[in-house]
């Protein structure tokens, strides 16, 4: 079954929609036109209470004054550039320098703040709805015209597919994620660290203390980053580890064990044992931003009113690599002009 509402009028006056889509088992995913938030997904719990499990706002006001990127499509690239600047074809792009003198989630006006075109489909897989967004050239300082799509199918077996395309008409970099915090004991249970994590990855991408790559990768073995087996997210957060002080606790980029680029494989498990809901992240990019919400506040009411604390969410953001851009020995993030940016992601519930 698929809804449309409208949920609020930015500041401006524009209005943003929502979209709800179910699937056979009663789960569902709600979406909105702002940031094309995942603003709700819901899902029953052993118990058969129903459980919603990312952390979301009730107002577009919120979404317009938030800062941790609830629930957004965020680009044109995720995660950092080091000193927020780059060359391309021997031109050298210099971007808003939005954390620390570095580049963070597109800048100031990120793709989280736009609002998105949207269409629902009923597809072969299952329903869902596309979100479109043009990006001009030089937009947040970035080369090309940038057509963007970016669509959520839920299916009936509770996936929920994340289908990111983009083409410019100029070489550009192009590096989009979701940046969804869950909390599988429900968006209102509080800490998100009586969780279990795994990440199928051997290693993990160096990061220096203000969270940009150094280019070494840390063989995670024998360290408080060695998620290889389901480890509850909270046992090593706080352990002394360099990485872990720079972060704050976790905020890094693990490389996904692949057979060969492209491959899409499971990257990473997330349970609570509670609730008996498991999450997988399926994903054929080469990393995942595992995030543990070290940075929220409680700012802002979230919904119901629910404060979000410090580490009440974690994200899976998957991605190139921070920085890669500066770093030719990682996966390449260049969007070559008129190639297809094409990339799937999947959140199944099992
Ligand atoms: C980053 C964090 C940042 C957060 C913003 C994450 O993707 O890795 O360092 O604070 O986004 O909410």
Same mark, same amino acid.
């Given at each position: 079954?698929?809804?449309?509402?409208?949920?609020?009028?930015?500041?401006?006056?524009?209005?943003?929609?929502?979209?709800?889509?179910?699937?056979?088992?009663?789960?569902?995913?709600?979406?909105?036109?702002?940031?094309?938030?995942?603003?709700?997904?819901?899902?029953?719990?052993?118990?058969?209470?129903?459980?919603?499990?990312?952390?979301?706002?009730?107002?577009?006001?919120?979404?317009?004054?938030?800062?941790?990127?609830?629930?957004?499509?965020?680009?044109?690239?995720?995660?950092?550039?080091?000193?927020?600047?780059?060359?391309?074809?021997?031109?050298?792009?210099?971007?808003?320098?939005?954390?620390?003198?570095?580049?963070?989630?597109?800048?100031?006006?990120?793709?989280?703040?736009?609002?998105?075109?949207?269409?629902?489909?009923?597809?072969?897989?299952?329903?869902?709805?596309?979100?479109?967004?043009?990006?001009?050239?030089?937009?947040?300082?970035?080369?090309?015209?940038?057509?963007?799509?970016?669509?959520?199918?839920?299916?009936?077996?509770?996936?929920?597919?994340?289908?990111?395309?983009?083409?410019?008409?100029?070489?550009?970099?192009?590096?989009?994620?979701?940046?969804?915090?869950?909390?599988?004991?429900?968006?209102?249970?509080?800490?998100?660290?009586?969780?279990?994590?795994?990440?199928?990855?051997?290693?993990?991408?160096?990061?220096?203390?203000?969270?940009?790559?150094?280019?070494?990768?840390?063989?995670?073995?024998?360290?408080?980053?060695?998620?290889?087996?389901?480890?509850?997210?909270?046992?090593?957060?706080?352990?002394?580890?360099y990485q872990l002080n720079y972060g704050l606790g976790y905020d890094h980029n693990w490389a996904l064990n692949k057979k &060969?680029?492209?491959?899409? !494989? $499971?990257? *990473?498990?997330? @349970?609570?044992?509670? #609730?008996? =809901?498991?999450?997988? %992240?399926?994903?054929?990019?080469?990393?995942?931003?595992?995030?543990?919400?070290?940075?929220?506040?409680?700012?802002?009411?979230?919904?119901?009113?629910?404060?979000?604390?410090?580490?009440?969410?974690?994200?899976?953001?998957?991605?190139?690599?921070?920085?890669?851009?500066?770093?030719? &020995?990682?996966?390449?993030? !260049? $969007?070559? *002009?008129?190639? @297809?940016?094409?990339? #799937?992601? =999947?959140?199944?519930? %099992?």
């Amino acid at each position: 079954m698929i809804t449309e509402s409208i949920f609020g009028k930015t500041k401006d006056g524009v209005e943003v929609k929502e979209y709800t889509i179910t699937n056979a088992n009663g789960m569902s995913f709600s979406a909105i036109t702002f940031g094309a938030v995942i603003r709700k997904v819901m899902l029953e719990d052993k118990k058969g209470v129903l459980r919603d499990v990312v952390l979301g706002y009730d107002s577009v006001e919120n979404y317009e004054k938030d800062d941790t990127y609830l629930g957004a499509v965020v680009g044109r690239y995720a995660n950092r550039i080091g000193n927020a600047t780059f060359e391309l074809n021997g031109e050298v792009y210099k971007l808003e320098g939005n954390d620390n003198g570095n580049h963070l989630h597109g800048g100031y006006n990120g793709y989280d703040k736009r609002v998105w075109d949207a269409e629902t489909f009923e597809g072969e897989l299952g329903n869902g709805v596309t979100f479109k967004l043009f990006s001009p050239d030089l937009d947040q300082k970035y080369p090309g015209n940038l057509e963007i799509s970016v669509t959520y199918t839920l299916t009936d077996d509770n996936d929920l597919m994340i289908d990111y395309r983009a083409v410019s008409d100029k070489d550009t970099i192009c590096n989009l994620t979701n940046h969804s915090y869950f909390n599988l004991g429900g968006h209102d249970s509080g800490s998100a660290l009586n969780q279990y994590a795994m990440i199928n990855a051997d290693f993990v991408t160096e990061a220096d203390a203000k969270s940009i790559t150094t280019g070494k990768m840390i063989y995670v073995s024998g360290t408080p980053m060695d998620f290889t087996s389901e480890m509850l997210i909270g046992d090593h957060i706080d352990d002394d580890y360099y990485q872990l002080n720079y972060g704050l606790g976790y905020d890094h980029n693990w490389a996904l064990n692949k057979k &060969e680029e492209g491959e899409m !494989i $499971l990257a *990473a498990t997330l @349970e609570n044992r509670k #609730t008996g =809901i498991k999450m997988e %992240v399926y994903t054929d990019l080469p990393g995942v931003q595992f995030y543990s919400g070290n940075f929220l506040k409680g700012e802002l009411p979230g919904k119901d009113g629910v404060r979000y604390l410090k580490r009440y969410g974690v994200c899976f953001e998957t991605q190139y690599y921070p920085d890669s851009i500066n770093k030719p &020995e990682f996966p390449s993030p !260049i $969007l070559k *002009a008129g190639e @297809e940016y094409k990339t #799937t992601t =999947i959140y199944k519930f %099992v």
